[in-house]
């Protein structure tokens, strides 16, 4: 699913800019968002309700699918709690192993093949270790992308992006990820341009902010796995930067892109922890990084 060279297919008309979106690219300022903002393909900042109802969690039905996966059991994974980062609310997500799962899911809200910004808002208290898919595209086909994938202890927590939806990923380049260790009880701003290079393959981009809104990660911050090791192609220490630099990008199934997910996968292995990670400012768009 790695290892595809950047096609001429990059520059097709659908690139072109209008100016005020040129503008944006020239003078680095974020590109200004409102309700009538075509660009705006999603949004959501649970700002609907508070507490556990279904008009709660799904904000009022932005969400279209909503699902608990508590085989009977009167246990409740996601609810919307004040205390957001700008005053907003927040979409609380409890860790309670790996027999409980829970994702809100909007699907068809993106173009297959299509170039498209996310942004959103985490704060993450859990200190499960074992590797929880929460924000995914589709979250039975994970594979082809997955936004956040995390992983925690009592010091602190980390996280991958990852990619393998095609026969031809490859270790060590499935899993990238920074090495700095991210704070509990803490916002940060996570982005992402997804980049079709052609109509099945991509390049991630990936930014992380803190609360100050400083950025704090960038490409050349997400190793391969094993960095320093593990050697693909006469290297061991590719970054996405240094993937990208050298043409390479990534198989996907774009279909699987055009819808979007967050919960809690119920991972094997997942510790009880009754812990909670957070999200909120979701918003998807299809011309330039979202910003604050």
């Not at 968002?33 to 799904?58: C, I, K, L, Q, Y």
């Not at 027999?99 to 208290?125: E, G, H």
């Amino acid at each position: 699913m790695v290892v595809h060279r950047r096609s001429v297919w990059r520059w097709r008309s659908s690139t072109l800019l209008g100016f005020a979106a040129a503008l944006v690219r020239l003078t680095g300022c974020l590109a200004v968002v409102d309700a009538r903002d075509p660009n705006v393909v999603f949004e959501s900042d649970w700002s609907t309700d508070t507490g556990t109802s279904r008009r709660a969690v799904t904000d009022g039905g932005r969400w279209k699918d909503y699902w608990e996966f508590n085989n009977g059991a009167p246990v409740q994974l996601l609810s919307v709690v004040a205390g957001g980062p700008g005053g907003r609310n927040a979409l609380r997500v409890l860790q309670r192993g790996p027999s409980y799962a829970a994702f809100v899911q909007r699907s068809n809200i993106l173009a297959p093949s299509k170039d498209y910004y996310v942004r959103y808002y985490m704060r993450n208290d859990d200190t499960s270790w074992s590797g929880d898919h929460v924000v995914t595209p589709d979250f039975q086909n994970y594979g082809n992308l997955t936004y956040m994938r995390k992983t925690g202890s009592a010091a602190g927590w980390r996280f991958v992006i990852s990619m393998y939806g095609c026969p031809s990923s490859v270790y060590p380049l499935i899993h990238l990820g920074p090495s700095m260790m991210l704070a509990h009880g803490v916002w940060y701003r996570f982005e992402y341009h997804v980049d079709f290079v052609d109509p099945a393959h991509i390049q991630v981009h990936v930014r992380v902010y803190d609360a100050a809104g400083v950025q704090i990660l960038g490409d050349a911050d997400f190793r391969q796995s094993d960095y320093g090791n593990a050697v693909w192609n006469g290297r061991s220490d590719w970054t996405l930067a240094s993937l990208y630099a050298a043409g390479h990008s990534f198989c996907v199934n774009p279909v699987a892109l055009t819808k979007f997910a967050m919960g809690n996968n119920g991972q094997k292995d997942a510790v009880d922890t009754r812990l909670a990670w957070y999200y909120a400012g979701l918003q998807i768009r299809t011309d330039w990084w979202p910003g604050r």
